[in-house]
């Protein structure tokens, strides 16, 4: 931070605007901000000054700070870029530690306030913005964070994926999201997850199921990858936030990734020619009208409303009544979208108590291929 005088040839007010924010602080008085502008950027709340100190601050009078890009904020922004994604309580860690290096004096995580994070938050996403990157925020579909993601403005999330992956690898990585939306995302069981025994089965890591192999179909470049293969490329998309893998075991997109991939998964999955009435793979929450891979359905299995978990409540506190808005289906909440939609099942339940819980995923395996057999059955 730094003071400079103001109406004086040290600060060019032509390039500050006055914004709303203001904050307070309890022996220099209330804060008023001013954004600065240049030709190619502008910095927000990134200028401030006392209009009316109090008096034991009347030694910056007249005086405008200016709040400098430092080394704080560029720890803080290789922060976030190694993560990707940033929640509030990340960002609280990271930026104690940073407090407490630079200003010499322990800073514990909750000390750290929603504003402090904003503002580097701010800060990087102005950093970055000339390298088509930008932050954006998303909430998590059941925990509720908020949470901050680092996003390419330009190029495609298959191709960032795609940077660091050989061929193989991301073959891979589209079977395993074909897994998630197609196979394991039937209209009676919208698990749109894989669990880690799936994913290690030879139709998503090789590529060929009994069916397509006897079609004999060309490979081509795709040879498959090894369960090892598999394992360190699921690894490194939990990693990198692009998956998140329950304590189940259950791989899903992660709210990065659903927000970086909504459109191509629509096009993807949906069909555009469908009707309104019609079941689609890609499904959005009645209340938010947000991609939705997790939450609860309409119990009558033909109607198409979902609700989020965290938009249920005041979704049907606002309408006065717990029934499906376009069927009028009694609501109980009770059918689940997501990997509930096999660990409620009875099946489920009965397996786990039977192994005690040692053998869950084979049960879910049989649930599942009886599942997909019917689903042809019925086309
Ligand atoms: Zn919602
Ligand atoms: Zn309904």
Known sequence: MKWLKAMSTS???????????????????????????TDKTEFKNSAWYYP?????????????????????????????MARGTMTFKQGQEVL????????????????????????????????????????????????KEKISAIVNATSDPITQMATTRTQEEMFFVRRMIDAM??????????????????????????????????????????KGVTNDQAEKCLNGLVAEGWFERSKEG???????????????????????????????RIKFCEACKGIMTVGRRCGDLDCNVRVHDICQEAFFNSRGEKKCPRCQTKWDGKLFVGQRAITSTDEYLKGKRRSGGARKSQVEVEVDEEEVADEDEDE
């Not at 004096?105 to 994070?117: G, I, K, N």
């Not at 991939?261 to 096009?267: D, R």
């Open 181 to 222: 939306f197609e196979t394991y995302n039937t209209r009676r069981r919208e698990v749109m997850g894989v669990t880690s025994m799936q994913a290690l089965e030879r139709k998503i890591t090789k590529g060929v199921s009994g069916a397509r192999q006897s079609e004999g179909g060309e490979q081509g470049a795709d």
């Open 11 to 37: 600060v060019n007010m032509e390039m500050l605007s006055k914004t709303s924010h203001g904050t307070s602080c309890p022996w220099k008085g209330r804060a008023a901000y001013y954004t600065i502008k």
């Open 96 to 143: 104690s530690t940073i407090f407490t290096i630079q200003e010499e004096r322990e800073t514990a995580p909750d000390q750290v306030t929603q504003e402090d994070f904003d503002s580097y938050i701010s800060a990087a996403a102005d950093k970055i913005s000339p390298f088509d990157y930008e932050i954006r925020t998303t909430v998590h579909q059941f925990t």
């Open 250 to 280: 259950w791989y899903t997109l992660s709210p990065r990734a659903l927000m970086e991939l909504q459109t191509w998964l629509v096009t993807e999955y949906n069909d555009e020619d469908a009707d309104a009435e019609d079941w689609q």
């Open 52 to 80: 009316a100190p109090f008096e034991k601050a009347t030694n910056i009078k007249d005086y405008v700070a200016f709040w400098q890009y430092n080394d704080g904020n560029r720890a803080f922004l290789q922060a976030l």
